[in-house]
């Protein structure tokens, strides 16, 4: 399974610190893996501790349910397919924009949640965060742990087994 890295978690975080630097707005800024899990989260100098969990909650939704959050907030309205989601997974499904999930060759791998600023902001940010992502991904960064763990095993001809190094 692909799945985000602290690696590119990092990378993502650094594209949207360097958006909201432009636009003057710090951010919450959260990454989950592909199991909802959180990988890594930055606060920027400044940013408002109370979207802390915000930040954290939208990349879980975005991941939990495969959508922007803001997406999920349109369809989530008074006579919406999703209405009243928001009271599921004990509060945790945030609804705000900000949250967006993070793809690879056609697979969700993780997600991005991103919080301190207005709706629009906290989109633009997330977006850019996201680019970066699929800008910066290549096969090698993207392998599933197993993967990156494991070493080619070479026999000689005696029969013992080494790890090529």
């Not at 989530?76 to 997974?89: L, R």
């Not at 900000?98 to 633009?124: F, M, N, T």
């Amino acid at each position: 399974m692909l799945t985000v890295t602290l690696e590119i978690a990092l990378r993502v975080i650094e594209g949207v610190e360097a958006r909201a630097s432009s636009i003057g707005c710090p951010m919450n800024i959260a990454v989950v893996d592909a199991g909802g899990n959180l990988v890594a989260h930055v606060r920027m100098d400044n940013a408002r501790i109370g979207a802390i969990d915000i930040a954290i909650n939208k990349a879980w939704t975005a991941r939990a349910f495969d959508m922007e959050t803001a997406e999920l907030g349109r369809l989530s309205q008074p006579g919406g397919p999703f209405y009243g989601i928001h009271a599921s997974n004990g509060g945790r499904v945030m609804l705000l924009a900000g949250g967006v999930p993070l793809r690879h060759a056609g697979q969700i791998i993780g997600a991005l949640g991103v919080s301190g600023g207005s709706d629009g902001q906290d989109s633009e940010c997330a977006r850019a965060g996201a680019e970066t992502q699929t800008a910066a991904s290549s096969p090698p960064a993207m392998t599933s742990h197993w993967a990156k763990t494991s070493r080619p095993i070479s026999v000689t001809s005696g029969g013992s087994a080494s790890s090529a190094r």
